[in-house]
């Protein structure tokens, strides 16, 4: 997913608590955010990041690491605010936050117990209280379709003095006020199909056809809808098909032929006017149908020569997906984060292992897509999952039925993604985070978190 998060910190010099020009109204705030002056303070709450905040409504979210920030906030309120008087006998002398609440599509957002809570709301006044995490979902915990609201709503109270005994006992009263925000959202889990069927009813015709039922039903296990429905009906897409599938997936899956200029499902091999070439293909992922839909997250393609002639650099950028590259502490600088192209060099074939080899020494092509999306189910990594199945010798082979060659998987992209779970978790649906640079905690409850 793209990364585009707003924090805490940087929401306090866009306007959000403040204005421009030193007096009049308050800048209206960004999207994503409420604001109120209330008893002489100026309250907001905010969720920001550009994975749940777009030009389009509801944003679309896919992939396991769905990120966004939340924020709880009391400032002062600018002199020459209309309306405004700050010598108001009640208004708030202090504030604090005691009750901030985060659910997803209806679900109260929050680690299992024991695994790094983020600290709780201020237990203290201040007069300028801030609150605030970071968090990472998965869209698969969900349907395809899936649609509602991100909804955080804070509980702030705040003090005013009253009166005083004999100047040293002083007497307050107390009162809440409660804001909530609300941003909408949808899940877009789309899963392509595609298998051969050149040339009919041959043994690789039928091969395609069984691990594309393998992939079409796990991928279904995940909470993404597969297409073309039923299964078998991705050995039969027109070109213009094809176009469309490539345009709005965010998984594709193919058990096609193939070479180092492309993929070919339902045609020969001979050139075509219009291919499903990488140069094609990449032209129909840049103009997708819908036009917001969100960027590949996993792409396999068990057909011959899918890493062309760059170790898989061209075919995985025509996905729109680059090889990471690591930074400081293993941290992602550059590159498709949580997004992985899968393929093959040299020639892949379905069938497997030959007469003359002992069962298991190279693996039956629907043998590695059963188990290898059975993995991925399961919340393995993609890397994880490949290196696995190459130590317990299920791999596909290369070349016909006489070869004892095999075709080992090249991952392009980030090893570390995976389709179930939370990118960077261990099985958990959301992870709270809250650096410093979220302007989490106080100087009571110092910022923590798992990431």
Known sequence: MRVGWIVAASLLGAGLFGQTGGGGSPDPPPPGAVTLDHKGKRLSVSVSGEDVLSSHSPTLVSGTSVEFGVHAGAGEIPMGTPG????????????????????????????????????????????TPTYGYGVRFSSTHFPDNTQGKIRLRAKFEGYWLVSYDGGVTYVQETSTKELVVEVDIKVYNKAGLVATAVPPGSPESSKAKECINIAGGALEGMNHTAEPK????????????????????????????GDQRGVYPSVAMQPQPLEATWSNIKDWVLDPNPANAPPYNLVVLMACDTTGRDSGRTPAAAFEIANVVLGPGGSITSGSKNRAYVGWSFSLFAHGPPPALNPGDITDLAIWAE?????????????????????????????????????????VGDGNMKLMGVYGGTGTQWILINPPSFGGGTPNNPPGGSQ
Request: no cysteine; hydrophobic share 35%.
């Open 84 to 127: 405004y008087d700050p010598f108001a006998i009640d208004n708030w002398a202090g504030v604090r936050i005691v009750e901030f609440e985060l659910k997803i599509l209806g679900e109260e957002a929050g680690n299992p117990s024991g695994e790094n809570d983020p600290p709780m709301p201020q237990v203290s006044y201040e007069p």
């Open 230 to 257: 039923p299964f078998d009906d991705s050995q039969s897409v027109s070109l213009s098909q094809l176009t469309e599938l490539i345009r709005k997936s965010t998984v594709l899956v193919g058990i096609t032929h």
């Open 371 to 411: 188990k290898f999306f059975s993995d991925l189910t399961a919340g393995k990594t993609v890397g994880k999952v490949i290196g696995d199945l190459i130590s317990a010798g299920v791999i596909p082979r290369a070349g016909q039925y006489e070869s004892i060659s095999r075709a080992y998987p090249r991952i």
